[in-house]
């Protein structure tokens, strides 16, 4: 009954280390300056909604501190979004929708301040699903995106450097 127990317990243990994703990244701690995102998309606020959601991830989740001006950061990062589409996927009685599926797609380019080289610009492109709620507006919906992007973003930065 022991080793019953014992074994049990190892399989557990191995299954929960597979569910936790530990990301280590050779990318240096530094500083970044983040330039507004340019948009090419009919969505005109989204380069702003993405510009505070990144300033939001990169404080809770990367090894760089974002600062305001350009001549004191490590790293510079900019970038555009290039596209945004936006698709019902099911819809109510009257036609309501009732779920989205938006594609975003993004390029960025991270450069280390006072290198010569250019550093080549990554692509990015996501879906993300949303079930909006009752009163949600296209605004908050958006909103649930540029975090979302941003947290791609600066996921990929780390894994790529």
């Excluded at 938006?102 to 080549?120: H, I």
């Amino acid at each position: 009954m022991m080793r019953v127990a014992s074994l049990i317990v190892f399989v557990l243990s191995l299954s929960f280390a597979g569910c936790y994703r530990v990301s280590l990244s050779d990318l240096p701690s530094g500083t970044v300056y983040v330039k507004t995102f340019s948009n090419e998309t009919f969505y005109r606020e989204f380069d702003e909604l993405l510009n505070t959601a990144l300033a939001e991830v990169l404080s809770r989740r990367s090894r760089l501190r974002r600062v305001s001006d350009e001549q004191a950061a490590d790293y510079v990062l900019s970038g555009g979004i290039t596209s945004i589409v936006k698709r019902v996927l099911r819809t109510g009685e009257s036609d309501t929708p009732l779920e989205y599926s938006f594609s975003c797609t993004l390029e960025y380019r991270l450069v280390r301040r006072g290198e010569t080289k250019d550093a080549s610009r990554r692509k990015i492109d996501r879906s993300h699903r949303d079930v909006p709620s009752l009163n949600e507006t296209q605004a908050s919906t958006l909103d649930q995106l540029a975090v979302y992007m941003a947290e791609e973003l600066v996921r990929d930065m780390q894994n790529s450097w």
